[in-house]
């Protein structure tokens, strides 16, 4: 499959630097690739790409490992309802300070070395598993394990990273819609290894344990290849560039500043928290309710709770590509557009699952929501990358954040015991991700505009915009450049039918 976007030529390539490079695929001014090529491997555009999907899926398989095989560890942990709740937001807490260290990380060392780090410090927890013996020691490891979600932000990083505008939406959505399969995948793969552990001869208070070596194994082997097959940007690794002259370290306070003090980054960290937050949910109880509600078997279970998950294959990733297709004859104000419909349909579905009494039915609505839920995540970070250029790690990071305070939040006042029925509970979050896609509507680029207003009459630029992050005297030193030039490519935000002052 190949995704075009509009400037470069193949094998080209318009570097500031006394060496030229050459690309196996079209690169703008940023070396950036406007074509995004999914069968292709290409060096480093392409291999970043898979890398970075790899690692997060190994990432996601291993934290919720867990999920599927509740009802054999529940029995030999003697866990409580309050227990599983207590561990579900255990997984998706731990991750929320590590997706903001994350994404600062990215600005300062690439994405990856902060990645691969992350998911090698991470890989223990997931082989104690092995070792525990009460609820606490279940809470902890996957409170730990859950830290390795924040690999999603060096995905969003490395992809905005590698791939230009026009087709950056599309990137990403594929990137972490293959990434989140995970959750799906590992609804089949854990009960699958249980089962074959088992009919080895092992007890299956014994398999369940010995399971848990197959996620971590695979965890760390993506960390590794991230390290020795991965590159930070186009033009290099960070370390090189930086030793060599060629990119400046940035000053790790003006990154934050500039992250932090822009109100987009907050909006698209509420409506992240639920959509994306939405979906850490379900991946944590949706096995249980199909188990314990319609009485099916674990095996059953596990194969529907997948089916949710493994519409990751084709929904982000059919995110990102609209949020593409809208800017290409909307600009960012089809984006917008796009974004808020998808993630207010994909809550109204939400709310419809829990009110359905019906096995069938309920399969049914839950597979259609899987689809505007994932979807409306590959759209959200089809604006993310506009946000901020000088701090695009912290924006992606605070919006990856927004994802897991949401899932948490959402598992402490509707999952969390026994005060709500989880059917109750499903309705609610529905509910609260329909309230809270509506900031969507405040979102305002004064070069693009918003969903309900054009852009300004005062004919405010990109240029203008994205040097704003840039002092006299950083601009002086020629710090700028890099935000200068994706100022000049982002241009394809105006879109193609509306009318731009500077036209």
């Given at each position: 499959?190949?995704?075009?976007?509009?400037?470069?030529?193949?094998?080209?390539?318009?570097?500031t630097?006394?060496?030229?490079?050459?690309?196996?695929?079209?690169?703008?001014?940023e070396n950036?690739?406007?074509?995004?090529?999914?069968?292709?491997?290409?060096?480093?555009?392409?291999?970043a790409?898979?890398?970075?999907w790899?690692?997060?899926?190994?990432?996601?398989?291993s934290?919720?490992?867990?999920p599927?095989?509740?009802?054999?560890?529940?029995?030999?942990?003697?866990?409580?309802?309050?227990d599983?709740?207590?561990?579900?937001?255990?997984s998706?807490?731990?991750?929320?300070?590590?997706?903001?260290?994350m994404?600062?990380?990215?600005?300062?060392?690439?994405?990856?070395?902060a990645?691969?780090?992350?998911?090698?410090?991470?890989?223990?927890?997931?082989?104690?598993?092995a070792g525990?013996?009460?609820?606490?020691?279940?809470i902890?490891?996957r409170?730990?394990?859950?830290?390795?979600?924040?690999?999603?932000?060096?995905t969003?990083?490395?992809?905005?990273?590698?791939?230009?505008?026009?087709?950056?939406?599309?990137?990403?959505?594929?990137?972490?819609?293959?990434?989140?399969l995970?959750?799906g995948?590992?609804?089949?793969?854990?009960?699958?290894v249980?089962?074959?552990?088992q009919?080895?001869?092992?007890?299956?208070?014994?398999?369940?344990?010995?399971?848990?070596?197959i996620?971590?194994?695979?965890q760390?082997?993506?960390?590794?290849?991230?390290?020795?097959?991965?590159?930070?940007?186009?033009?290099?690794?960070?370390?090189?560039?930086?030793?060599?002259?060629?990119?400046?370290k940035?000053k790790?306070?003006?990154?934050?500043?500039?992250?932090?003090?822009?109100?987009?980054g907050?909006?698209?960290?509420?409506?992240?928290?639920?959509?994306?937050?939405?979906?850490?949910?379900?991946?944590?109880?949706?096995?249980?309710?199909?188990?314990?509600r319609?009485?099916?078997?674990?095996k059953?279970?596990?194969?529907?709770?997948?089916?949710?998950?493994?519409?990751?294959?084709f929904?982000?990733?059919?995110?990102?590509?609209?949020?593409?297709l809208?800017?290409?004859?909307?600009?960012?104000?089809?984006?917008?557009?796009?974004?808020?419909?998808?993630q207010?349909?994909?809550?109204?579905?939400?709310?419809?699952?829990?009110?359905i009494?019906?096995?069938?039915?309920?399969?049914?609505?839950?597979?259609?929501?899987?689809?505007?839920?994932?979807?409306?995540?590959?759209l959200?970070?089809?604006?993310?990358?506009f946000?901020?250029?000088?701090?695009?790690g912290?924006?992606?990071g605070?919006?990856?954040?927004?994802?897991?305070?949401?899932?948490?939040l959402t598992?402490?006042i509707?999952?969390?015991?026994s005060k709500?029925?989880?059917?109750?509970?499903?309705?609610?979050m529905?509910?609260?991700?329909?309230?809270?896609?509506?900031?969507?509507c405040?979102i305002?680029?004064?070069?693009?505009?918003?969903?309900f207003?054009?852009?300004?009459?005062?004919?405010v630029?990109?240029e203008?915009?994205?040097l704003?992050?840039?002092?006299?005297?950083?601009?002086?030193?020629n710090?700028?450049?890099g935000?200068?030039k994706?100022?000049?490519?982002?241009?394809?935000?105006?879109?193609?039918?509306?009318?731009?002052?500077?036209t």
């Amino acid at each position: 499959m190949d995704i075009e976007g509009r400037g470069g030529e193949s094998g080209t390539t318009a570097t500031t630097t006394a060496t030229r490079r050459r690309f196996a695929l079209p690169v703008d001014a940023e070396n950036k690739s406007t074509t995004f090529r999914l069968f292709s491997v290409a060096k480093p555009h392409m291999r970043a790409f898979h890398l970075s999907w790899f690692q997060f899926f190994c990432c996601f398989v291993s934290t919720f490992a867990a999920p599927p095989l509740l009802p054999i560890i529940r029995e030999n942990l003697n866990l409580t309802a309050t227990d599983i709740g207590n561990a579900g937001i255990a997984s998706v807490s731990g991750s929320v300070f590590a997706r903001i260290v994350m994404g600062t990380a990215c600005d300062l060392f690439g994405p990856r070395l902060a990645s691969a780090a992350l998911t090698l410090s991470t890989a223990p927890a997931v082989y104690f598993t092995a070792g525990i013996k009460s609820p606490i020691g279940f809470i902890m490891v996957r409170f730990f394990a859950g830290f390795s979600l924040a690999t999603f932000v060096s995905t969003q990083f490395w992809m905005s990273s590698m791939f230009s505008g026009p087709v950056v939406g599309s990137a990403n959505g594929i990137a972490a819609g293959w990434g989140n399969l995970g959750g799906g995948a590992t609804q089949l793969i854990m009960p699958l290894v249980f089962s074959v552990i088992q009919q080895m001869g092992a007890a299956k208070f014994t398999a369940w344990r010995i399971a848990f070596f197959i996620p971590g194994l695979f965890q760390t082997f993506s960390a590794f290849a991230v390290l020795l097959f991965g590159q930070d940007l186009p033009d290099g690794d960070y370390w090189a560039m930086h030793k060599a002259g060629e990119k400046e370290k940035d000053k790790v306070g003006k990154v934050i500043k500039h992250g932090i003090t822009n109100y987009r980054g907050w909006i698209t960290a509420l409506a992240y928290g639920y959509c994306f937050g939405v979906e850490l949910t379900i991946d944590n109880i949706i096995a249980e309710y199909f188990f314990d509600r319609f009485h099916l078997d674990l095996k059953t279970a596990g194969i529907i709770a997948a089916s949710f998950g493994l519409a990751n294959f084709f929904a982000r990733p059919g995110g990102g590509i609209l949020s593409d297709l809208m800017a290409r004859r909307f600009g960012m104000r089809g984006r917008l557009w796009s974004w808020w419909i998808i993630q207010t349909l994909g809550g109204v579905l939400c709310a419809s699952l829990g009110q359905i009494d019906s096995l069938t039915g309920s399969i049914v609505v839950m597979l259609i929501f899987s689809v505007f839920v994932q979807a409306s995540c590959g759209l959200t970070f089809g604006v993310v990358p506009f946000i901020s250029r000088r701090s695009l790690g912290v924006i992606s990071g605070m919006t990856g954040a927004g994802g897991n305070v949401g899932a948490v939040l959402t598992q402490l006042i509707f999952f969390k015991g026994s005060k709500y029925s989880k059917e109750t509970g499903i309705t609610l979050m529905g509910i609260m991700s329909i309230a809270c896609s509506l900031p969507i509507c405040l979102i305002y680029f004064p070069q693009w505009g918003g969903m309900f207003c054009g852009p300004s009459s005062k004919k405010v630029t990109e240029e203008d915009y994205y040097l704003a992050e840039w002092s006299s005297k950083e601009k002086a030193n020629n710090l700028h450049l890099g935000s200068q030039k994706f100022a000049e490519t982002s241009v394809s935000e105006r879109g193609r039918a509306t009318t731009h002052p500077q036209t």
